[in-house]
Every structure is written in C-alpha cells, then in structure tokens.
C-alpha cells in the first residue's frame, strides 16, 4: 500500500503512532514524501544539544533509550553519520557546519517546531548565536536556552542575548562578564524566567522587568549605587510590570548596603512578618513578600507563591 496516498487526516493519525526515526527516513524518500511529512506531522518540542557531537531530542523523551547503530545518510547532498532512537537521533559529527545543516534539515522539514536548546561550555558563541538566529530567521518558537559562557570577552554576548528576547519560558546564561560590559537589550525580553551570572555592570535591572521571575549573581567591580536600587525599586513599585519573583546574589559584601538602603527608603512602611521576611503592596495593590539573607541578598516573591513556598517547607 502506498502510504502517501491516504487522506490528510489518516495519514495524521499514522504519523501520531510513528516514532521519530520513521518519520525522518520518510523525509528522505523524495520531495513528495517530505511535502506531505510537512503537512501531516503534528508540531513537535525540539530538545537540541550542542557538544562533542549534536543530538536531537523529542519532548517528552525516553533519554535512557539504546541508539540504533551507526549509519551513513544522505541528505541533501550531505553525507552524514546518524544514530537513532524513537524519540530523536544524534550526528557524530564535531562540525558546527554539520550539525547547523543538519538542524536547519529538521526545522524546514517539522515545519514551525518548538525548540529547547542546550549549548555545551565547549560551543564557541559565534556557533550558539548562528544556532539561535538560525531559528528566529524560519520564525520558530524557542521556549528554553542554557549556556555557560567561556570567554567573558566575546563581541557575540550581545549578539546572542538580543536573539534571546523572543524565548518565552527560560534563560540560563552564565559566565564571567567583563567589568566594562554594558547591554540594554533591543525590546522586553519574553521569558518567564531569566537567569544570568556572574555579571558586573551588564544588567540594568530596570530593562528586563518583562520577564516574570529573574535570578542574577551580581559580580565583583560594580559601578552601581544606592540610586540604582532605588531606581529599580520605584519603578517596580509605580508600574504593572511582570516581574513577580527577584532574586539577588552577591560575590562581594560590598553590595549589600546599597541594595539595604534602597529597600529602606522605599520600603518605610512595611509590614514585618518575621526575621528578615516583610510585606508590602504595590501600586496595583498586589502584594509582595521579601526575605533577605546572606546568601540569596534579597528575593522577592508574590504573597501567593511566598505561601506556596511556606506550606512546602
């Protein structure tokens, strides 16, 4: 029987039942074959992981399942190296050209896929912003990035971090940023979370207040002040901004005053509720918890998720 000839909604349902290696050998078949993969196949959660080689993973995934053994395919004119399981495959191939192409394969053939991407310290940055923007050009929507930065002197951070402002749920990029190193980002970043560590005088927090929960480790050499929190702080207050959950690390004690006397002045009348824990409204009239410690130097949570966290405690 040939399978191709089915009706659009039958071939749907075959897909569904399909594991991931059948699909993708059916995308090599011929155009027509690959035409109606594109037209049948449900949109799928890319989990790519850039490293030694590049693997390629559907979410939710079996990752502890066996890989096929080693195969050559040809795609495109490309000679490539591929072993599979049901839920992905993986390129043995340390050429960042190899696994773009290979990527870029899947992105044009899974048309408008979810992406999660984890880059490996190892991936130089020029090879994660051409990954990214390789996304962002087909208009993809990238749900997670992760990336541990090894080269606090790049000229591609900025690059990278303007690619990340459509990410919708989580940003995890850290590293050691250089003391001059400054970023305003070109719009509100989307994500839900934004994790970013260990930085000196790149993050104004006042740009990334879109995002809903931010977590920064605040580095060694930085040209901030009390006017700087206290700036934040207002802003914050005064507005209906996303931002709901805040939190602070320090790598010198040198910061935690600045960060008290903005919370002091803008604070005056809170409410105490324990040691180091306080109550306040915004202008919203939504409220807020914050808890200062020594090693976390100020989170900030709203009232709702400070007694979700009491009663899992």
């Known amino acids: 029987m040939d399978l191709l000839r089915l009706p659009l909604l039958v071939l749907t349902e075959v897909f569904k039942n399909m594991d991931f290696r059948g699909k993708f050998l059916i995308s090599l078949m011929s155009k027509r074959a690959r035409n109606t993969l594109k037209l049948a196949v449900v949109k799928p959660h890319f989990s790519f992981q850039l490293s030694n080689d590049f ?36 390129l043995n191939s340390k050429s960042i050209r190899k696994q773009l192409f290979l990527a ?60 990340c402002t459509e990410v919708t749920d989580y940003i995890w990029i850290h590293g050691i940023f250089s003391d001059d190193f400054v970023y305003t980002p070109p719009r509100p970043f989307k994500a839900k979370k934004l994790s970013v560590g260990s930085i000196n005088n790149l993050f104004n927090l ?11 480790e605040v580095g060694k050499n930085s040209n901030r002040t009390t006017q700087t929190y206290s700036s934040f702080f207002t802003k914050w207050m005064d507005s209906d901004v996303a ?17 008290m006397d903005a919370l002091s002045n803008q604070f005056r009348n809170h409410e105490k509720i324990k040691e180091n824990w306080f ?33 899992k405690d």
């Open 279 to 311: 109550e306040l409204k915004r202008r919203n009239e939504s409220e807020f918890i914050i808890h200062n410690n020594c090693h976390i130097l100020i989170t900030i949570y709203t009232k709702q998720a400070y007694l979700e966290k009491v009663m």
């Open 55 to 90: 693997s390629v993973l559907l979410e939710p995934s079996d990752r502890h399942s066996v890989l096929t053994a080693e195969g050559y395919y040809l795609i495109r004119g490309e000679s490539l190296s591929l072993r599979f399981h049901p839920d992905g495959m993986s």
């Open 104 to 163: 870029g394969y899947l992105l044009d053939t899974f048309t408008n896929p979810i992406s999660s991407m984890y880059f490996h310290p190892q991936t130089e940055p020029v090879d994660v912003w051409e990954f990214i923007k390789m996304i962002n050009e087909r208009q993809g929507s990238i749900k997670s990035i992760e990336y541990y930065l090894p080269d606090a002197s790049s000229e591609f951070i900025p690059k990278i971090l303007d690619e």
């Open 243 to 259: 931002l709901q959950e805040l939190s602070l690390g320090i790598m010198q004690k040198s910061e935690e005053p600045l960060i």
């Open 206 to 216: 006042e740009k990334f207040m879109s995002c809903r929960c931010v977590q920064v």
